[in-house]
């Protein structure tokens, strides 16, 4: 791990982006545009938060970086990651990932920021072409997505690059992502930008339909949930900043949404949910189906019981959205999934959990 010392993370610019050796340029494109065009988003998205120190007597900063959860049919859900300054290193000095460009903080915090939310840095392999998604998590806005080649005709490309020139802009091939910089459609120019060597190269637009599969874009005047001034809209964030053993029973059961994680009663019964409702709570509870009020949830005194065959998925899915707290009541945060283990953060330390490790430090039931 290594600490990069900024001064001065909001001087948000283009050029302090370029892509390392992660397969992160999904990530990388539709930064450099989104700093190009709407840098206060992203200067408005971090915010610092605690100092601590680490094991070895270091000081760090504990960054809150505003991201969005994607969500299917429904408008993407504002998520605050919160993050410290230190980062995997090649060598001291030379981060593993967002580390080349101007090395400013703010291209590192919102990578690790993403890395957290999605489930470690191997998502930006896994999840390559996503380019619509990605601009959908840094901005809250619906991003527009195009497929090229046989699936778009020429002129409708045309048609749809006039529509989106003004916009957010990233483009994909088999292999890369790309931003677009410029859109000259009177001379049959389209500029793009590789965000490894950081080359620019011209493209007419018969060339871009022929040679790259999707196109995104996305709208940042539009009316959005990044205001300029974050803290004057008073939200809410996702609890982040509460342990999950101090959540009330509601926020738990709404938590693990769709995971369908059964549930130990203070009688030891196993009940599933089925519905849950803004009065009551729907569940079948040996086979018989209970209404239970939400205001006696408490009194159910629920305990969520998770298969180890499902801890790894569970977390992953609910991790970035909660602190976890074990018995001597340090607090952990979710960072990611690698080689089955589940990685946590503290102050203190970093750990490498297998499900059974997890269950046992953070008192969770399993079967």
Not at 42 to 65: G, L
Not at 194 to 201: G, H, M, N, R, V
Not at 295 to 305: D, T
Request: with cysteine; proline share 4%.
């Amino acid at each position: 791990m290594t600490d990069i010392d900024v001064d001065d993370f909001c001087a948000v610019a283009p050029d302090d982006v370029q892509q390392e050796i992660n397969g992160n340029c999904t990530l990388i494109a539709a930064l450099m545009q989104i700093a190009a065009k709407e840098p206060a988003l992203i200067k408005n998205a971090i915010k610092p938060q605690s100092k601590t120190k680490n094991k070895a007597q270091q000081e760090i900063t504990n960054y809150a970086v505003t991201l969005y959860l994607p969500q299917e049919d429904k408008p993407s859900k504002r998520v605050t990651v919160i993050i410290s300054n230190e980062f995997y290193a090649i060598n001291p000095g030379q981060p593993f990932f967002a580390g080349k460009g101007d090395k400013e903080l703010w291209v590192l915090l919102i990578e690790k920021a993403v890395a957290s939310l999605l489930g470690g840095y191997a998502i930006f392999e896994e999840d390559g072409h996503a380019i619509n998604k990605m601009l959908t998590i840094l901005t809250g806005q619906e991003a527009a997505r195009a497929e090229l080649g046989k699936s778009m005709e020429l002129e409708e490309l045309k048609k749809w690059l006039e529509a989106n020139k003004n916009k957010v802009l990233t483009i994909a091939n088999a292999k890369h992502a790309y931003s677009i910089t410029a859109i000259d459609l009177d001379e049959d120019v389209i500029t793009v930008l590789e965000p490894i060597a950081l080359k620019t190269s011209r493209y007419t637009v018969m060339q871009l339909h022929s040679e790259f599969v999707h196109i995104a874009s996305c709208d940042l005047t539009a009316d959005t949930d990044c205001p300029s001034d974050w803290e004057s809209k008073k939200k809410t964030p996702v609890q982040t900043t509460n342990s999950f053993l101090k959540m009330t029973k509601l926020d738990q059961l709404e938590l693990f949404g769709n995971q369908n994680i059964q549930w130990k009663t203070y009688e030891n019964k196993i009940g599933t949910v089925l519905k849950i409702d803004s009065n009551f709570v729907v569940m079948e509870i040996d086979g018989q189906t209970k209404e239970v009020y939400t205001s006696e949830l408490e009194f159910w005194q629920l305990q969520p019981v998770i298969p180890i065959s499902k801890v790894v998925s569970t977390v992953k899915e609910i991790g970035p959205t909660v602190k976890w707290i074990d018995k001597e009541g340090t607090e952990y945060a979710f960072m990611s999934i690698y080689n089955g283990l589940i990685e946590l953060e503290s102050p203190l330390e970093m750990l490498e959990l297998s499900s059974e490790e997890f269950c046992k430090k953070f008192g969770i039931l399993n079967q």
